[in-house]
Every structure is written in structure tokens, then in C-alpha cells.
């Protein structure tokens, strides 16, 4: 089975999304990409877990092949999600996102309860630092040409752990490329602009925070911070990943996620379990009183 590319129409806006998997019976998994890429880095997720669900990664508005909205942010994005959600495929889903993706996902969960199913948080955050490097400064004052070619090569040290399979390195960095430069700013005021501190205490789903232990653009503690507020989170750190962990170590993100969705269909089970018994526990009351209130006979 291939990956395919299906487009949809929101409020006269051309949204794309890559899809794989079983659309008739298998469960829906969406992935939400982070800043300055598309659809396209999820390959790995997309191959690697369309056996067990219906998996779709949606190009956020300007990126890849969707079109762009005005005054983009998290809040527009988890919008245009929602809405795309509900045209696509109106039941719960898993919802992964990444990196800016996640706090996407997060204000998507936080708004729209009965959307999101469970949450997977990739090198996520509920607030930025707000840290400007010696770098970010001196770009500024370098003439155009010059600054991509700096950017490009501090972004790749940040992004990516030391020691990367170049394959992975290629694929972020060719995304980080075909990218206009007005979505790479748009999507870096859009991450220092957010504060999603007090939505993450309303979510109200299992989630998954996962991080990589050499993340240098959103390390554990920012992770481990955000476990803390997410009221049913549990963290998972990988072992010598970086940023762009879902390109480093695949098989273990796709692992991650595919352990995470099975704790969901236990948690369901166990739910309904527990209505089930209430329910015979009413019953039997209900069965108790009217015994009680029967005339008695000698």
C-alpha cells in the first residue's frame, strides 16, 4: 500500500494530506508536523504504522501543498485542524504532533475534547524560553545569501543530534529547505508568541510526552515540565535522539506510539467495564428496594 495524497476543501482553502493505511476499518492516527516543514517527514510513521492504523499527516496552511491563512498561530492551526477533522473523519482520534505540531495538538485537545482520543508530544512544549542566542543577532546584519546559508547550518546542529544517519539529516533538512521563508517566520513568532501553560491543564486525555535525550531546542526539562501539567501524561525519554527524533530513531517513536494506542484500548475496555458494573449495581439496589416495598405473604 502506498502513501497517498488527498486535498480538502476548508472555507475556499485547499488543505492537503498524505494518508496510508486501512481507511475502512483500522483506527485514525493524525500527525501534525512542527515549524518550517511538511507532511512529508512523517515517512517513516506513515510506512511504519499503516499496518495498525488509518494514519493521515496533514500539511498545516502554507506548508507543503495546502494553502496559507492569514495571521497564522497555534490557535489558527489547531483550527484549520478541527475543521479538516470533522471532514474527514468525524469520530475520536490519536493525535501526535511535533515540536510545534505538539502544541498545536495540545490547543486542538484542549478546545475540541471530544475530538482527540489520546495525545503523542514530540520535543513539545507548552512555553518557550524566551532566549535570543548571540547567532539569532548576528544574522540580522548578514546580507541575505550569506544568512541562509548560516541559518540552514545552525538549524541542522540544533535540530539534529550528533552522529544522525545522514538519510535522516537529508530528509529535515530538504523539508527545512522547500519551505518559503515568510512560513519559517510566520511559524517562529507563532512558537514564541505561545503560551499553552493553562490549556494543558484542562487536557483531559492520555498522553504520551516524548523527548529525546539530546534535544537542544526543546530539552527533557521543558518535557518533564510539561508532563507535569498535563494532568494524565507520562514521559518517555529516548536515549541519545535530538529534535527531529521521529527521523532519528523511527522505530522507536513508531513503537512508542503503537504501545501508547494499545494502553488506550485497555483504558476503553476498563471504562466500560466500569459502567457495566455500575450498572448491575443499580439494578440490584433498584431490585433490593422493590423486594423491600413487595407486600410479604405468610
Not at 49 to 58: E, G, K, T
Not at 116 to 131: E, Y
Not at 177 to 185: A, D, Q
Not at 194 to 220: K, N, W
Amino acid at each position: 500500500m502506498t502513501i497517498l495524497r488527498r486535498f480538502v476543501d476548508l472555507d475556499g482553502r485547499r488543505i492537503s494530506c498524505l494518508t496510508a493505511g486501512d481507511p475502512s476499518s483500522a483506527p485514525p492516527l493524525l500527525l501534525i508536523h512542527g515549524s518550517g516543514v511538511s507532511a512529508g517527514y512523517w515517512v517513516n510513521q506513515l510506512l511504519g504504522l499503516r499496518d495498525a492504523f488509518r494514519v493521515m499527516a496533514i500539511d498545516l496552511p502554507g506548508h507543503g501543498k495546502s494553502d496559507p491563512i492569514p495571521n497564522a498561530s497555534v490557535e489558527t492551526y489547531a483550527d484549520t485542524v478541527a475543521k479538516f477533522l470533522a471532514a474527514v473523519i468525524p469520530r475520536p482520534v490519536i493525535v501526535a504532533g511535533h515540536s510545534l505540531g505538539g502544541a498545536v495538538a495540545m490547543a486542538l485537545a484542549a478546545r475540541q475534547r471530544e475530538v482527540v482520543r489520546g495525545l503523542v508530544l514530540l520535543a513539545s512544549c507548552a512555553k518557550l524560553p524566551q532566549v535570543e542566542s548571540p547567532g539569532e543577532r548576528l544574522l540580522a546584519f548578514l546580507p541575505g545569501p550569506l544568512r541562509r546559508i548560516l541559518f540552514f547550518s545552525m538549524a541542522q546542529k540544533l535540530l539534529f543530534a550528533p552522529g544522525v544517519p545522514m538519510g535522516a539529516v537529508s530528509i529535515g533538512m530538504q523539508e527545512l529547505r522547500s519551505c518559503s521563508p515568510e512560513t519559517i517566520l510566520s511559524d517562529v513568532q507563532a512558537a514564541r508568541a505561545m503560551d499553552l501553560s493553562e490549556q494543558a491543564t484542562a487536557i483531559d486525555v492520555p498522553t504520551l510526552v516524548l523527548c529525546g535525550s539530546r534535544d537542544r531546542l526543546t530539552p527533557p526539562a521543558l518535557s518533564e515540565q510539561l508532563r507535569s501539567l498535563i494532568p494524565r501524561a507520562r514521559l518517555g525519554i529516548i536515549e541519545g535522539a535530538g529534535h527531529m527524533l521521529l527521523l532519528e530513531v523511527p522505530e522507536r517513536v513508531n513503537q512508542a506510539i503503537l504501545d501508547f494506542a494499545k494502553t488506550l484500548t485497555v483504558e476503553i475496555r476498563s471504562s466500560v467495564l466500569a459502567q457495566q458494573l455500575r450498572g448491575v449495581s443499580l439494578i440490584r439496589r433498584l431490585l433490593d428496594w422493590a423486594w423491600s416495598k413487595a407486600p410479604k405473604t405468610a
